[in-house]
């Protein structure tokens, strides 16, 4: 076994009334008992919204909601998925010609992505069948990556019922690859951070190459998570990708306008790594380059020197054909800001200044104004729920995951939490019958740890 492979813990099933429950209906669904059990964790991204993808580092930590899977290896190569959630429909195919529908994001197309992963990644011709039963405890759509714990989980349990193994950074980078098959364009912070965890540490996670950094969160507060009760569903809709796509056309303006071969940068970050300058200078280049009206794909063709055709055919992606305006200043100043933010986030927790908590939370809020602003990713319950937490008692409050719906993130000091919770939940929760009836919507949360493979002992 690769020694920074997911690690394997024997368990005392009696022990873990979770696992036993899971065994029991395992066998009542299949008539048989799971072989392992793969967990996955959630994650909450402390700050770093939307630069991911633009290649910049971000700073989640691992959250104890999960994706638990229990898992039988089987002779047929037939896989059978079922949930534990009744909402969720069981699912079967055959293991050699897994077809995953973009139009439609169901819960099985993110297991199916995980698997064929591993499978196109070990070039596997006969992989084994399974029988799988999923339990989650991440609500989804809340921008808590419950599809991307799906996804690892997934990918962990084929790499083990086909008897292979890689690393944990190997694993991430599979995973971040093959949820691209249900049609999200994303980094991969969300695959890193559910296998990199560890628990008691906030990691900042860098990409290529793909590394994590533990970062000591202060003693003194806790971190709130609130969601809004808005689902969003970033393969459903196309808000992530639009932005995903505004992000590399400032890419290929901001390329041409310093003389850099455009047609080979794709993300925000290689732009500032060709010209050699630091995250200030890029903010003044955006201004420089980049007017703050929105951008026709006319103006973008005659700027890139390029017939709509092209522009189609190399650049946009499939779903972000009819888009016919972009918002290139405010995407590139976000990020370049956002960038700027986690680095001075990871610097405080370093140093512990005696008002590092008051630091903290001041660039959260900043982080979120321009989340709201610049990157237009929030709604209006969103807002309503930051000034809410804002107003009772949190030092620092911003949206979290892809935004337009999902959670909140909120650094309360710890003498304050119980008060804090109480008046959350009376003026948000409370006040709406629906919103009221979903249990688990606020919750405090302590950095968990990264997926594990679990055995009966």
Known sequence: MAADAPGTLPVQLV????LQRLKEMFISKFGSAPKFYVRAPGRVNLIGEHIDYCGYAVLPMAIEQDILIAVEPVKTQVVQLANTNS?????????????????????????????KGIQEHFGLNNPTGMNCLLDGTIPPSSGLSSSSA????????TLRANGKTLSKVELAEICTKSERYIGTEGGGMDQSISFLAEEGTAKLIEFSPLRATDV?????????????CVEMNKAATSHYNIRVMECRLATKLLSK??????????????????LGVSLEEMLTIVEEVLHPEPYSTEEICKC???????????IVSQNTQDVSTFKLYQRAKHVYSEAARVLEFQKICGEAPANAIQLLGELMNQSYI????????????????????LQFGAIGSR?????????????????????????????????????????????????GRGALVFVEA
């Open 370 to 389: 321009s989340c709201r602003e610049m990157y237009e990713c929030s709604c209006p319950e969103l807002d309503r729920l930051v000034d809410i937490c």
């Open 399 to 447: 949206l979290t995951g892809a935004g337009w719906g999902g959670c909140t993130v909120s650094m309360v000091p710890t003498d304050k939490l119980n008060t804090f919770l109480k008046n959350v939940k009376k003026a948000y929760y409370q006040t709406d019958v629906q919103r009221s009836a979903l249990e688990n919507s606020l919750f405090a949360t302590k950095p």
């Open 257 to 274: 306008s310093k003389g850099l071969d455009w047609k080979k940068m794709l993300r925000l970050h290689d732009v500032q790594t060709k």
């Open 15 to 18: 022990e873990q009334p979770r």
């Open 216 to 228: 000591r969160l202060p003693s003194g507060a806790a971190f709130v998570i609130a969601n809004s």
């Open 87 to 115: 909402l969720y429909l069981d699912f079967s195919t055959t293991v050699n010609n897994i077809q995953i529908n973009k139009t439609k994001p169901q819960w099985h197309n993110y297991f199916l992505c995980g698997l």
């Open 304 to 314: 890139l020197g390029i017939s709509l055709e092209e522009l189609r055919s190399h």
């Open 150 to 157: 799906l996804v690892c989980c997934a990918g962990l349990v």
